[in-house]
């Protein structure tokens, strides 16, 4: 059976639950008190023979390397010259900080392209906080500069948050000053540790449509730092003026749109995106077929969790209320809030 996709691009690889770094944010289930425990973190051997049979049925060009933080599996080079020897892309995504001139050359060597790499704020102390880590601007700052030096391309990541809604500008400059070619505007996944801080993390509707505003107007400063949005926006929170009529026009949910983005953990277990924390089946014990029969037929059929506004909006269908991870844990619903005037939730 070959997945009916639209534009199947990247299949994304969980190479480990272990990070360096304890973010507030975090949306991976087992970083968060009472979660589930580390999955498995099989050998490369393994992982290559269970996910390429995935990549050439879902007719993927890509393989998308995240984690927790992938640069502390010591057989990483290992992993990616596998995949490259398929003739696949492989795009890394890292908290940086690890990256040092030997590791950069090595992934400048083996092609990797892009690394994605995340920026919170251009102040120290903000970005240090949300990543709940001292000293990891610095060493974020050190990492990105070693892989544009090596002529790595790197993508920043934003994660839109209420303490650096504002930020998103110079976040940008900062981006262009270190080499960058995009900039990733990444809405909060209100899953994981980012829904029990929902509070005081979710943004306002107002900022998020303020900052969608800026990230539009960021390569008309910056030229040639290209902008795009990595996670779809709620339809409500578009700025004013906005195409309401094409659900995940700029970026799209991985959950419940047209190009699923499944993910394979560390121990074989697939996902339907990294965001998600139910299974779809086990490739160590499973044919992929067999997964992917399961994900079509529950695909169109799964209920959306909501508690308030969302459940009453006519777009609901079409929305999906942006992430279906997020509306599953009811945290959308909480991310909209602000539109319809309605309180935030407590967590």
Known sequence: MTTSLEHPSGLTLELTGRCTRNCRYCYNAWRSPGGPPLPRELPVSELLSLVLPVVRATGRR???????????????????????????????TTDGGLVDAFMAQVLARMQVSPVQVTLLAADRGLHDELKGSPGAFDQTVEGIAQLTSAGVPVSIAFVHMRPNADRLGEVAELAFALGARSLAFDRLCVTGQAARRAQELVPEAWQTREALRELDEIPKQWHGLRTYRAMSVPQCLEPDGASRGAPGQHGGCAASGPTPAFCVGADGRVRTCAAMTDTL?????????????????????????????????????????????????????????AASGRRLATP
């Open 62 to 92: 890509r393989v998308d390397l995240t984690g927790g933080e992938p640069l502390l599996r010591d057989d990483l080079p290992d992993l990616i010259q596998g995949l490259r020897l398929q003739g696949l892309g492989v795009a890394l």
């Open 281 to 337: 089946g086990d490739l160590k014990h499973e044919t992929w077929p067999a997964i992917e029969q399961r994900w079509q037929q529950t695909r169109l059929h799964a209920p959306v969790a909501t508690s308030g506004g969302c459940a009453k909006c006519s777009d609901l269908d079409a929305c999906r209320m942006g992430c279906r991870a997020s509306a599953d844990d009811n945290g959308v619903d909480r991310l909209v809030g």
